[in-house]
């Protein structure tokens, strides 16, 4: 509690005592989040902006429960890894080959940008759950591990969430 008013009062050695104390329960956090998704350095670069996010709105902070708060935040940030990461569209070998139409690329594109905006639109956890199997190649028991499901739910959940993609898609007609 005393750390976080001398945050709040500009102690940057307040902060070191935080990001002592917490550095290893961040990381955790992001680490279950993203599973093996990011790199050692990509989940260092994301405890610093969660500490950094910490110290920027140190003065909202209320209560004593610091530990929630860094939590709740180093998830966040790691769920907004994931969607950057599934945001970014792959260059297919077909993409480069000479016996590829344009059209043909520009359909495909456009399925693809389907396909992810009707993914971004689905609630937690199925969002994560198809970001971390279907975009990040997870197996199913890692994706079961770093949402805190069981196997069975996850495969009930991607198996229910392909259906409703298929009806969506369908109903669009972005396939034929």
């Known amino acids: 509690m ?7 009062n500009g102690s940057e050695k307040a902060l070191g005592r ?7 329960y961040v990381c955790t956090v992001i680490r279950n989040t993203a599973g093996e998704t990011l ?26 429960n610091l530990k929630s708060y860094l939590g709740r935040i ?10 950057r990461i599934a945001e970014t569209v792959p260059l297919e070998d077909e993409t480069l ?10 359909i495909t594109v456009e399925e693809r940008e389907a396909v992810k905006n009707a993914v971004m639109e689905m ?3 199925d969002r994560e ?19 805190g499901l069981t196997e069975a739910a996850v495969k009930h959940r991607l198996s229910r969430g392909r259906e409703r993609l298929r009806q969506r898609v369908i109903k669009e007609g972005s396939y034929e």
Request: hydrophobic letters at 45%; aromatic letters at 10%.
């Open 2 to 8: 005393f750390d976080i008013w001398g945050i709040q």
């Open 18 to 24: 935080v990001i002592d104390r917490y550095s290893a």
């Open 39 to 64: 790199t050692h350095e990509d989940v260092e670069e994301l405890a610093s902006d969660v500490f950094l996010a910490l110290w920027n709105n140190a003065a909202k902070i209320t209560g004593n």
């Open 74 to 83: 180093a998830h966040n940030h790691a769920v907004n890894a994931l969607r």
């Open 97 to 106: 080959s000479d016996e590829a139409s344009v059209e043909e690329d520009i």
């Open 123 to 125: 609630n937690s956890p």
């Open 129 to 147: 759950i198809f970001l971390r199997y279907y975009y990040n190649a997870e197996p199913v028991a890692v994706v079961a591990k770093g949402t």
